[in-house]
């Protein structure tokens, strides 16, 4: 009787526990800064709609996009201490916390985005995903944000001496600040979505970006100088926190996977057609835009930068000498 009664017991806890495990399926929050139509935006929101689909809505993702859910640097804390689970992040602000993350953010490591992604998929890739995830986020998959140049409103940069004096907005990090100064301008670290109204104002005199951050932004509006240093080409992440990860089954782990790869996939091909068309926007918009002749000045003041990050992470040398020595 009393066996009878127990297995009955132990099958209703077993019937509502997994009445529970349902209703309790993971309902995670994601957060991206960009706004609708951006490359990002759309790729994360299939990223939400393939998690659902492959992990047959055991895990569902709601995205917020246009930074509603606070700074980029915010949230970068967020999911490292899991008040947020997911987040598209570009790793500038990531490399103040994660040093192998960091080395991305030396001006002109890479020689182009093909050859970052090579990087990336491969030994170099694997060192800056461990030492994300050593710090609690770990990066699923990666997008392109193709490369950053300087803009201003009062003319076009072909020279170190031509950034001399100006007050550029950076991303917070310290590298980018070294940079700015290096080339003898004065750095004002400041989130994104200041920047325009900061432009507008006069508050800086310029700041930096790919063709599609500069055009959706409508920092082309009040800067109209865009000269190609190209001095910065730094991948993005889709990254999530690293207990929520590590608590996954190794099913759901390969599905939520899969899931960020072929978003990324989608990314990489909007990212393409986007800059093109983001490019011939502020063009057709009055932007007057200059190629650098020779870039040989900008990449040689950078020295100091790259021994800044060596002396504070010595062991360090060897990813830069790898991503160097990759074709
Ligand atoms: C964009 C990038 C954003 C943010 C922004 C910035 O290109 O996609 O994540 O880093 O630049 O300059 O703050």
Not at 94 to 106: D, K, R, T
Not at 194 to 209: H, I, P, R
């Amino acid at each position: 009787m009393y066996q009878k009664l127990s297995k009955t017991f132990l099958g209703a806890i077993a019937a509502a526990s997994m009445i529970g495990g349902a209703a309790a399926a993971a309902d995670w929050r994601g957060w991206n800064i960009h706004t609708d139509g951006y490359p990002n935006t759309i790729a994360m929101d299939k990223f939400a709609e393939l998690l659902a689909e492959k992990t047959d809505g055991e895990i569902t993702l709601q995205m917020f996009h246009g930074g509603t859910l606070g700074s980029q640097p915010d949230a970068i804390e967020q999911v490292r201490l899991g008040g947020l689970e997911i987040g598209n992040f570009n790793l500038g602000p990531i490399g103040p916390i994660a040093p192998e993350a960091n080395v991305v953010s030396l001006p002109f490591i890479f020689k182009d985005v093909p050859h970052m992604f090579r990087v990336l998929e491969g030994e170099g890739g694997k060192a800056i995903a461990a030492g994300m995830a050593a710090k609690g986020l770990v990066p699923l998959a990666w997008y392109d944000a193709g490369a950053r140049s300087f803009y201003n409103g009062a003319k076009p940069i072909n020279a170190p001496a031509d950034v001399a004096g100006m007050k550029v907005r950076v991303m917070n990090n310290d590298l980018y600040s070294g940079m700015i100064s290096e080339l003898g301008g004065n750095p004002s670290p400041m989130a994104f979505a200041e920047v325009y109204q900061a432009l507008k104002t006069g508050v800086v005199d310029g700041a930096e970006n790919n063709w599609p951050s500069y055009e959706s932004t409508g920092h082309f509006e009040v800067a109209g100088y865009y000269s190609l240093s190209q001095h910065l080409i730094i991948p993005e992440c889709i990254c999530i926190n690293a207990d929520v990860y590590n608590g996954l089954s190794d099913e759901i782990k390969t599905a939520v996977t899969e899931a960020a790869l072929e978003s990324a996939e989608t990314q990489r091909q909007l990212w393409a057609e986007r800059e093109a068309t983001s490019r011939k926007m502020v063009e057709d918009g009055g932007v007057a835009v200059n190629v650098i002749a020779d870039k040989g000045p900008f990449q040689s003041a950078m020295a100091p930068v790259y021994e800044t990050y060596l002396s504070s992470n010595p062991d360090l040398r060897p990813l830069v000498e790898l991503i160097q020595a990759t074709d």
